[in-house]
T-cell receptor
Framework: KAGVTQTPRYLIKTRGQQVTLSCSPI?????VSWYQQTPGQGLQFLFEYFSETQRNKGNFPGRFSGRQFSNSRSEMNVSTLELGDSALYLC???????????FGSGTQLSVL | SQQGEEDPQALSIQEGENATMNCSYKTSINNLQWYRQNSGRGLVHLILIRSNEREKHSGRLRVTLDTSKKSSSLLITASRAADTASYFCVLYNNNDMRFGAGTRLTVKP
């Protein structure tokens, strides 16, 4: 089975721009979740989608949004980028929200 | 909401020694999972332990859960240089999940 694929691997943006990150889950996994990792805040949960519906959400502003398509692929969007949004963004897929997570390699976002 | 607290923050040992990491939390959980992360890459699942379980093993890994003390420990026996990584506990409670701050383990050859 192919693993979780995240694209792009690296991204450089400037403040005020928006960005879209993509995640392809493991075949058969309907739950896709997103995470932000920074040196200061550590790993934080952004949101989780299951069958195209956002079921769980962390404590992030509305600038962070996502969606899931009928094939379970997911995208995450960050609008009006701020310097503090520079982070490693990780995606994971699983059979259910609280079950074993399979992570992608992440997208390293730098906001200048 | 709750955050897992892990200790120690960093641990340095020699190859062949055992490494123990701890995760404490404040409210109830459904399950607790341990993950490993190498050099800022994606996390790799190690073990899931449910709230009604007390101990689980996987190869050289042993995880215990004490719900009365609200704590879990991860023991890596006979460590290897390849075990050098950051280790995170992840706490699940219904629709909420939180990561611990992580323990940075360095195993010297």
């Amino acid at each position: 089975k192919a693993g979780v694929t995240q694209t792009p691997r690296y991204l450089i943006k400037t403040r005020g721009q928006q960005v879209t990150l993509s995640c392809s889950p493991i075949s058969g996994h309907r739950s896709v979740s997103w995470y932000q990792q920074t040196p200061g805040q550590g790993l934080q949960f952004l949101f989780e989608y299951f069958s195209e519906t956002q079921r769980n959400k962390g404590n992030f502003p509305g600038r962070f949004s996502g969606r899931q398509f009928s094939n379970s692929r997911s995208e995450m969007n960050v609008s009006t980028l701020e310097l503090g949004d520079s982070a490693l963004y990780l995606c994971a897929s699983s059979l259910a929200f609280n079950e074993k997570l399979f992570f992608g390699s992440g997208t390293q976002l730098s906001v200048l | 909401s709750q955050q897992g607290e892990e200790d120690p923050q960093a641990l340095s040992i020699q190859e062949g020694e055992n490494a123990t990491m701890n995760c404490s939390y404040k409210t109830s959980i459904n399950n607790l999972q341990w993950y490993r992360q190498n050099s800022g890459r994606g996390l790799v699942h190690l073990i899931l332990i449910r709230s009604n379980e007390r101990e689980k093993h996987s190869g050289r890994l042993r995880v215990t859960l004490d719900t009365s003390k609200k704590s879990s420990s991860l023991l890596i026996t006979a460590s290897r240089a390849a075990d050098t990584a950051s280790y995170f506990c992840v706490l699940y409670n219904n629709n909420d999940m939180r990561f611990g701050a992580g323990t940075r383990l360095t195993v010297k050859p």
